[in-house]
């Protein structure tokens, strides 16, 4: 982990409260899918969590949605300002080689999804992709996904695009799964399958497990999902009312 001046290159709307941040700068301390950042806003005392779309040798793309002032302050941020990070927290995806591998995301646990495709196309493994949305107005990077040729099926509650109802619905539960998404999706997709490596979401203080602020059960103990997640195996995950 470091604290990295990045420059925005990119701060672009792509549906209702979803934009992209494309940010230039060091990004050798993110090696992992599924890893995220803590970005300082202007004018916010603590920093904001944001899981790591994409990213290359000197451009870092995360995706978020405008849920508050936080967010809404970074919306409005312009291009050339640069925005004190701290990169390449969490512990990030570990590549499986199962018979038959699936992503799965929820909204703003789309993201992350995008580079662990990535990742697995690198090995030759074509995983398949379920992207689940409450409407069709706040659907994004499902072109991006198809772009990589892979087997894309999207989900929306209202039917407005793709199939009528939610992941579970096109899960058959025989899949290796990698999800990511709010908590009542992870907890559905944990019952519907047997083996998978889950991302969690939480309130974070400081997003390096000094402040334990973010510390929750596992049949392990308790961890943190900042420093020991935000990626938890199906085997040792509990569920508030397990």
Known sequence: MREIDFTVIENKKLAENIYRIIFEGDTSDITKAGQFVN????GQ?????FS?????EKELTIIYKVVGAGTQALSNISKGVKLSVLSGLGNGYELKDHQKILLVGGGVGVPPLYGLAKKFLEKNINPEIILGFNKSEECFYIDEFRALNLDVKVTTIDGSYGVKGLVTDVINGDEYVYACGSLP?????????????FSFEARMGCGFGVCMGC???????YKRICKDGTIF???EIIFGDD
């Open 52 to 56: 790591v779309c994409d990213w290359n």
């Open 215 to 221: 510390s929750c059960k596992t049949k392990n103990g």
């Open 233 to 235: 195996y199906h085997s």
């Open 45 to 49: 005392y603590l920093r904001r969590p």
């Open 39 to 42: 970005v300082k806003i202007p």
């Open 185 to 197: 999706m992870l907890k559905a997709v944990h019952k519907k399958v047997n083996d998978g490596q």
